[in-house]
């Protein structure tokens, strides 16, 4: 079957940085997306990758390995507006988003 | 960036009742829709996926004859929540895709339901 691994919670300090780690055992592989979710609003799209390696967006940053099936999102600077669920997807051969069941990030002053 | 509405934002409805909520991509052609239903605390769940022109395909588990969908052109898909039943409340949430750009996922706002 398909899965997708994530923690449930995890909390960090304003200023910090944490790492959000995001398994997945998929039929198929056509990249790996990662999304913001603030309760109560739709998913915002946040990272897209498809070539193992670190990509590098502002205080975001995302890191895949294909042959680990492993992913995660590191997240700089922390600030209370990060205080979110972070979901992590897998597009499989159809081309069909396979989802984690997210992380809840919070935040402490 | 790729922009996609949905309509109502809210909506509250009495038992038995059916309720329609719009999608639409505002400024693209979405080949593909995806409705999806939220309870709190819990994941994104995909109910069915609409290709422009032809039938949805739903989820196991998911009942066609009960969510209607219908994705009648490249920016408009509508679901349907026939004979409404206050287990059906919901947050529900669309996106929508152009495969010939991009194989990233266009959100809408979300359309939060409450039967009553």
């Known amino acids: 079957g398909q899965n997708i691994d994530q923690p449930t919670e995890m909390t960090a300090t304003e200023g910090a940085i944490v790492q959000i780690n995001c398994t997945y055992q998929?039929?198929?592989?056509?990249?790996l997306f990662w999304y913001q979710q603030h309760a109560g609003e739709a998913p915002t799209f946040l990272s897209y990758?498809?070539l193992d390696g670190l990509e590098e967006k502002g205080r975001f940053s995302s890191f895949l390995s294909r042959s680990k099936g492993y992913s995660y999102l590191l997240l700089k600077e922390l600030q209370m507006k990060d205080s979110a669920s972070y979901l992590c997807?897998?597009?499989?051969?159809?081309?069909?988003?396979?989802w984690g069941a997210g992380t809840k990030l919070i935040i402490k002053p | 960036g790729a922009v996609v509405s949905q309509h109502p934002s809210w909506v509250i409805c009495k038992s038995g009742t059916s309720v329609k909520i719009e999608c639409r991509s505002l400024?693209?052609?979405?080949?593909?829709m995806f409705w999806y239903r939220q309870f709190p605390k819990q994941s994104l769940m995909l109910m069915a996926t609409?290709?422009?022109?032809?039938?949805?395909?739903?989820e196991q588990g998911v009942e066609k004859d009960k969510f209607l969908i219908n994705h009648a052109s490249l920016t408009l898909s509508t679901l349907t929540v026939t004979s409404a039943h206050p287990e059906d409340s919901s947050f529900y949430i669309c996106?929508?895709?152009?495969?010939?750009?991009?194989?990233?996922?266009?959100f809408g706002p979300g359309t939060r339901l409450t039967v009553t």
């Open positions: 996106s929508a895709r152009d495969l010939t750009v991009d194989y990233e996922q266009y």
């Open positions: 990758n498809v």
């Open positions: 400024d693209f052609q979405a080949t593909t």
């Open positions: 998929t039929s198929g592989f056509n990249g």
């Open positions: 997807a897998v597009m499989d051969s159809n081309y069909q988003l396979i």
């Open positions: 609409s290709n422009e022109g032809s039938k949805a395909t739903y």
